[in-house]
């Protein structure tokens, strides 16, 4: 059991903060409140105005704790997690060196592939496009949604599903393979290796992935995974949002999508749609609308698919928003979820 310190017991690490940074006075509080974002500022500053009185005791408490942390990160930075344990064993004994080594790597925020999220993704692309499909799926799973969308439009076809389930399968990958992956990149992130293990990848990580790519691109993937690997195509449907998946939708939910939509769009969107997500459209139309709706796609003629694919995108992307502001809800897996 890792030791605990008494004067420490519910104080929150928000409040460890502000008695960290009260200690150390204004102007050197100052100088860290630079390194930290906004909402961070904003956050200390309101504990710090609402801490009335420190005692001494919890004053040094906390102080020492930042020590032991800062001690143990640079022990971490030298010689990896163990040579930590054992340094810090000796000068705080065992629970103690348990209990820092526990906090530190709860919240050790050491990102693997720095460098490859700094670079150009057309870049990125040539860079990496050789690699072997497991290699390309574990430097995704690194990068931020939309970046790694652009490497994998980029991808060949047939290497694009592959890559995309290699990312849902990917579960637990250890330092020494991610550490050979960055020396072939040429890695500056030698701190990776200090981790026992790294949790990447996973169905939320391709998801998010397949919600930022392009439609053409999103839907040769799945189609490819629903004949490959059709629990986890079903899988990963479940969790995200396709054009057809409108249907998931109630009356009120729909009309409040169709007040965003240009008439333009809805008409080339619908050209390319099935008649079932058709008729959920036109009977949240007023009856005007939809005749007129329906005119412009008989006139329009043949539309490209890209075209097609582009409209029905960008509805996905104003239901996607509106989702997140919270004005409709989307009931996904198939639950009994109301959609409001």
Avoid: W
């Avoid at 080594?101 to 700094?118: D, N, Y």
């Avoid at 949604?145 to 250890?174: F, G, H, N």
């Avoid at 490959?228 to 009120?252: H, S, W, Y």
């Avoid at 005007?288 to 097609?308: C, S």
């Amino acid at each position: 059991m890792a030791a605990k310190v008494p004067e420490l017991e519910g104080v929150s690490g928000l409040q460890k903060a502000a008695i960290l940074l009260i200690s150390l006075g204004p102007e050197r509080s100052s100088g860290i409140f630079k390194h930290l974002k906004e909402e961070e500022i904003e956050e200390l500053t309101l504990e710090i105005a609402n801490t009335r009185s420190v005692t001494p005791q919890v004053k040094e408490a906390v102080t020492d704790e930042f020590y032991e942390v800062c001690l143990a990160q640079q022990y971490i930075a030298e010689g990896g997690i163990n040579y930590a344990r054992e340094l810090l064993e000796k000068s705080f004994g065992s629970d103690r060196a348990l209990d820092v080594i526990g906090r530190l790597t709860a919240s050790l925020q050491v990102k693997p592939f720095e460098f490859v999220r700094k670079t150009d993704a057309s870049q990125l692309i040539n860079f990496i496009q050789d690699e072997h499909p497991q290699t390309i799926a574990l430097i995704l799973s690194y990068l931020a949604p939309q970046q790694a969308a652009l490497i994998v439009s980029a991808l060949p076809p047939d290497r694009q599903a592959d890559v995309a389930k290699r990312i849902a399968v990917m579960d637990r990958t250890s330092p020494d393979t991610i550490k050979d992956v960055e020396k072939v990149l040429e890695s500056k992130l030698a701190s990776l290796v200090n981790q026992d293990y790294t949790i990447i990848g996973g169905v939320d990580s391709v998801v998010e992935i397949l919600n930022t790519v392009d439609r053409g691109t999103e839907k040769h993937i799945m189609e490819t995974l629903e004949i490959e690997e059709p629990e986890l195509a079903d899988e990963i449907r479940k969790k995200m949002f396709v054009f057809e998946d409108i249907l998931l939708l109630d009356d009120r939910a729909i009309q409040r999508v169709l007040r965003e939509v240009e008439n333009s769009d809805l008409g080339i969107a619908l050209k390319g749609s099935n008649e079932q997500v058709q008729n959920a459209i036109f009977k949240n139309l007023s009856s005007r609308l939809a005749v007129m709706i329906k005119e412009d796609m008989e006139f329009m003629g043949p539309v490209r698919m890209k075209d097609v694919e582009e409209a029905q995108q960008k509805i996905v992307n104003i239901i996607r928003k509106l989702e997140d502001a919270g004005e409709i809800v989307i009931s996904r897996g198939g639950g009994d979820e109301i959609v409001v």
